[in-house]
């Protein structure tokens, strides 16, 4: 018998309440690097829906509303940021989405009127099209204090999108030397690291994104982890396990 893990961080959270270690084999989760990829037209058609500028810069979060992920840590770092940058050089919008992320939503709502600045952000809820809207990103941030293997940030990635992202579960794994890591709760450093790549320039967050899609390519790709799943049952079914 086998048990799998889909990141570094279960398997261990798993080891401290007991689970025999030896059993465990971690296979990350796989993206379809066809599903999610990068794409002018996303960029273009997404600052059309949102009534912005063609050049608009966009930061997003993907992740439904839940404590652990940590809406609020994005806020105060997204309210820092606005406060250090110059807007007249940086047209900076947020792009939120997920369960219960809506302007019906009176908790973020309130926390948006309190910044003052309801026109630089947009609340777009539960969608079906993430392969667009992900691609239409400038970054992509994780906000999170608990995560085990977020999948957002390997879709956001294969879009060719840098990432910054909170060191919970396997964020920093998944991640690599291809966009910012920082410490979960301190939206400081969730701000400032948001404006190293935003300073980092148009050519500079290319090349990281391009090596963001070429990591999950090496390390993600859903048909290498498909292989991984039939190596690991043929080994179960020949008694090699």
């Not at 964020?171 to 291809?178: D, E, P, Q, R």
Request: with cysteine.
């Amino acid at each position: 018998m086998k048990i799998v893990c889909c990141s570094e961080a279960s398997k261990q959270v798993h080891h401290t309440l007991g689970y025999d270690v030896s059993k465990m084999v971690v296979i990350p989760n796989g993206f379809d690097l066809g599903d999610f990829s990068p794409s002018e037209k996303a960029r273009v058609s997404v600052r059309q829906e949102l009534n912005i500028a063609e050049k608009a810069f966009i930061i997003g979060l993907v992740a439904r509303y839940h404590k652990q992920k940590d809406h609020e840590n994005f806020f105060q770092a997204a309210h820092l940021l606005m406060q250090s940058i110059d807007e007249k050089t940086h047209d900076i919008h947020f792009l939120l989405c997920g369960d219960k992320v809506s302007w019906n939503n009176d908790v973020l709502v309130k926390k948006i009127d309190t910044l003052g600045r309801r026109d630089r952000f947009h609340l777009l809820g539960k969608r079906k099209d993430m392969p667009r809207l992900t691609a239409s990103l400038d970054i992509a941030v994780s906000s999170s204090y608990s995560e085990a293997f977020p999948n957002v940030l390997g879709e956001a990635m294969a879009c060719a999108v840098p990432c910054v992202v909170t060191d919970v579960g396997d964020s920093a794994l998944i991640v690599g030397n291809t966009g910012k890591v920082v410490p979960s709760k301190n939206p400081g450093l969730l701000a400032h690291a948001m404006k190293e790549l935003i300073e980092l320039g148009e050519d500079g967050r290319r090349k990281l994104g391009e090596a963001a899609r070429q990591r999950v390519m090496d390390h993600f790709n859903l048909p290498d982890i498909v292989l991984r799943y039939e190596a690991l049952y043929r080994q179960i079914v020949e008694g090699k396990a």
